[in-house]
């Protein structure tokens, strides 16, 4: 039997999921949940120490003769200021206790509510960190939660031992509700340093992604491990424009994550292993195929050695370099690559040769293969980052973006930051809000002549238009949620910075002035690219539409329309009707 808080259960369970068996526990009522499930339960080793000062101290004692991590329990109100004594000397003696408090509703603080203080007020040397868990009202607050508790646990041995505090907040309506429930089902994630002694890491024939996000051009060193375990394993490496690999065993696939559907992904792509290594891959279409998918369960190759669980199924940190990690996981080269040929085959049959409207995936369909080799790109973030990421460029052009807090500011001032200490071209995508949040930058007295601007201007946010299509007949979008219709353009602000201005309101305007933009000169280049409004989500539809995988025939229905045409494939429903 236990509390209905599912708060407490998922912290109850990962007592026992990470071994936590000796606990501490100091009598009170708003902590009688945990108090209940621990005594009833023979997994935990329970003491009664009623002085809360004392509790802190018996438990430093008990980790110093058994070497395991300890937990206590205390109740709310002046309970947890009574830990700080212990806390501190814990904090200064590298002791791994996990100090369980337990307060009122967040809405109570403050509010001359009976007992409730601040409990997360401790002091910067008392607990290396504090962590508070909500009650559990949804599916938000359920992984919230649980991965609070997962971080919290990790975090006591993390960088040196130390004492960490795990606050459950809990509802005083539901204190004395127990019921014959079962505790959830909680995994423990295991974090190893490159000096560990890793479990057993034998991958067989598993299906294995690597999802490589933002990362700086890769050292030799760093790509032949990759390729040594992609020839040795069942791999595939999912890359876009800004992982800045072009390994044998790498994918770009944004364009292919987008057209299947759950069901083909699953039953053809999906990994049994996703390792990922790098930062946000700002890929949308590959997080929603991967997030929370029971298929897998995801490593994380980080020096950081951060708890970031991007997908939802984090089973392993790898806190070390992601070389050091390829080179560390054996395996015997394999006849043949399976899982990599199936990712291949799919997204060779892609159609990006598609006659659609002028917008800015036009705009990458006619220019990514004139960009100069060895130049840099930088992409705002959202439609930009994405229509160009649908296109493989060349491998000696590096590719950037802000997409590490994701914000639509700055990717002009990156741009120009780059372009300092070179003389290789330097292009920037942009859409006209990201182009007006940083026009200023246009200014900076040491601009050079590399620089070269790509501004798409549809008048407003493409990606607001895209995202509230669906919604229009139930709300106004233009004036205030895309900003259309503001006024004029960027050719007076960018001749006066000496930028030389190109513009284009027709297919035929672009094509006239692209080999121009991708050339030499003697000043910067501004391109403007004057869109309709709506033009960005039609040409994005007829995009993903044409190359459409809904379901297994689906997907062969693609692949032999690739092969035979329409025509053909009219010629083969008559057929098999004939027979």
């Given amino acids: ?11 109850i369970s990962a007592l026992k999921a990470y071994n936590i068996r000796h606990i501490v526990v100091s009598p009170g009522g708003t902590n009688i949940p945990i108090s209940q499930a621990v005594q009833d339960d023979d997994f935990f080793h329970c003491y009664s120490v009623p002085d809360e000062r004392s509790a802190m101290y018996f438990a430093i004692g008990l980790y110093l003769q058994t070497g395991e991590i300890i937990a206590t329990s205390c109740t709310s109100a002046q309970a947890t200021r009574n830990y700080i004594p212990g806390l501190t000397e814990a904090f200064y003696k590298h002791t791994p206790i996990l100090a369980i408090t337990t307060a009122k509703l967040e809405r109570f603080q403050y509010q001359d509510y009976m007992q409730a203080p601040d409990q997360c007020s ?21 992984v919230q939660c649980q991965h609070a508790v997962n971080e919290a646990i990790l975090e006591l041995t993390h960088h040196g031992n130390g004492p960490v505090q795990l606050n459950i907040r809990i509802d005083d309506a539901e204190n004395g509700k127990f019921e014959d429930i079962k505790l959830p089902d909680i995994k423990p994630i295991k974090r190893y340093a490159a000096w560990d002694k890793w479990d057993n890491l034998e991958l067989g024939n598993k299906k294995i992604l690597i999802v490589i996000g933002e990362h700086r051009p890769f050292t030799k060193e760093e790509q032949d491990a990759i390729e040594l375990f992609c020839e040795s394993h069942n791999a595939a490496v999912y890359a876009n424009n800004l992982s800045n690999y072009h390994g044998k065993f790498s994918i770009q696939a944004n364009l292919l994550a987008s057209c299947t559907t759950g069901s083909y992904f699953k039953a053809k792509l999906s990994p049994e292993i996703l390792i990922t290594i790098g930062g946000q891959t700002g890929d949308y279409s590959i997080f929603g195929k991967l997030y929370n998918n029971s298929n897998l369960e995801h490593w994380r190759v980080n020096e950081d050695g951060n708890v970031v669980n991007t997908y939802n199924r984090l089973t392993k940190i790898f806190e070390c370099p992601a070389e050091y990690f390829f080179k560390g996981v054996k395996g015997t080269p394999l006849a043949e690559h399976t899982y990599f040929q199936e990712w291949r085959t799919a997204n060779d049959l892609l159609k990006k040769n598609i006659e659609i409207p002028l917008s800015n995936l036009y705009v990458a369909q006619q220019l990514h293969h004139l960009l100069p080799k060895n130049s840099y790109v930088n992409f705002a973030i959202l439609n930009s980052l994405r229509c160009w990421g649908y296109f493989k460029l060349d491998p000696s052009i590096q590719c950037f973006s802000n997409v590490a807090a994701f914000g639509i500011d700055g990717c002009t001032s990156t741009l120009i930051g780059e372009s300092m200490n070179i003389n290789e071209l330097c292009f920037l995508v942009t859409g006209d809000l990201a182009f007006f949040y940083d026009m200023n930058s246009l200014g900076i007295r040491h601009i050079k002549n590399n620089i070269r601007i790509l501004l798409i201007n549809n008048h407003g946010g493409a990606e607001f238009k895209i995202m509230t299509s669906n919604w229009e007949e139930k709300i106004e979008t233009k004036r205030y949620i895309s900003a259309e219709g503001h006024n004029g353009n960027a050719k007076g602000w960018a001749e006066n910075c000496g930028f030389l201005y190109l513009s284009a309101n027709t297919k035929e305007e672009f094509q006239k002035n692209k080999e121009l933009f991708v050339d030499k000169s003697d ?40 092969i035979v045409g329409d025509k053909g494939v009219e010629l083969i429903k008559n057929i098999l009707k004939k027979n």
């Fill in 1 to 11: 039997m236990y509390t209905i808080q599912e708060n407490v259960r998922i912290v």
């Fill in 122 to 142: 401790l002091p910067k040397d008392a607990v290396k960190r504090s962590f508070d868990l909500p009650p559990i009202k949804d599916v938000n607050t359920h």
């Fill in 523 to 562: 000043k910067p280049i501004l391109f403007e690219i004057f869109t309709k409004s709506n033009d960005e989500k039609i040409a994005k539809d007829i995009f993903i539409s044409s190359n459409k995988i809904e379901n297994m025939n689906g997907g062969l229905k693609s692949i032999i329309r690739s």
